[in-house]
T-cell receptor
Framework: NAGVTQTPKFRVLKTGQSMTLLCAQD?????MYWYRQDPGMGLRLIHY???????AKGEVPDGYNVSRLKKQNFLLGLESAAPSQTSVYFC?????????????FGPGTRLTVL | GENVEQHPSTLSVQEGDSAVIKCTYS??????FPWYKQELGKRPQLIID?????GEKKDQRIAVTLNKTAKHFSLHITETQPEDSAVYFC?????????????FGSGTRLSIRP
């Protein structure tokens, strides 16, 4: 049982390049989330999903897109990377909201945009 | 919009002393308040949570208190040990909302002095 995994662990992009971050969970969780973590700003929600085929905007969705084609995977895309998107990105999943909503986090992806 | 404020941003205590971290929330519909611990370079992990139908919850050396009227909740760590050094995040959410978002505080970096 791997829990929540993320690929890649590190990435350096040039301004304007695109990339996709992959999150996978093997706990059969319904809910999945993407956060970014910047110094002094905690965890800010980018997008989330309450089930396969659904997505919704979080607190800071601009510049990102997501897809949840399979229940176990949640993809985060950057179409045209900007230096302001330099951050550590965490994916998380939870069984449900009503069950207590404990979020299980992945190990994080450190992204640098030059 | 919904907001969670967390204080202090940094806290240094002598080993063996107690540490208290405080959070306030703005959304009166919030009914679930988890606390996450993030060690250096690692992912956040849930350490304790409380629902709005109770005022206090304890788990060994950690406890959380909730004041719904004042909309604030606190984390108490007693007999602190070196392994308590980490960043702690409070959060708030509404378990009965279909939106199922969790709003995190900005974090408190706790250092335990030997």
């Amino acid at each position: 049982n791997a829990g929540v995994t993320q690929t890649p662990k590190f990435r350096v992009l040039k301004t304007g390049q695109s990339m996709t971050l992959l999150c996978a969970q093997d706990m059969n969780h319904e809910y999945m989330y993407w956060y970014r973590q910047d110094p002094g700003m905690g965890l800010r929600l980018i997008h989330y999903s309450v089930g396969e085929g659904t997505t919704a905007k979080g607190e800071v969705p601009d510049g990102y897109n997501v897809s949840r084609l399979k229940k176990q995977n949640f993809l985060l895309g950057l179409e045209s990377a900007a230096p302001s998107q330099t951050s550590v990105y965490f994916c998380a999943s939870s069984y449900s909201a009503q069950g207590g909503n404990e979020q299980f986090f992945g190990p994080g992806t450190r992204l640098t945009v030059l | 919009g919904e907001n969670v404020e967390q204080h202090p941003s940094t806290l240094s205590v002598q080993e063996g002393d107690s540490a208290v971290i405080k959070c306030t929330y703005s959304d009166s519909a919030s009914n679930y308040f988890p606390w996450y611990k993030q060690e250096l370079g690692k992912r956040p992990q849930l350490i304790i949570d409380i629902r709005s139908n109770v005022g206090e919850k304890k788990d060994q050396r950690i406890a959380v208190t909730l004041n719904k009227t004042a909309k604030h909740f606190s984390l108490h760590i007693t007999e602190t040990q070196p392994e308590d050094s980490a960043v702690y995040f409070c959060a708030a959410s509404n378990l009965y909302s279909s939106a199922s978002k969790i709003i995190f505080g900005s974090g408190t970096r706790l250092s335990i002095r030997p």
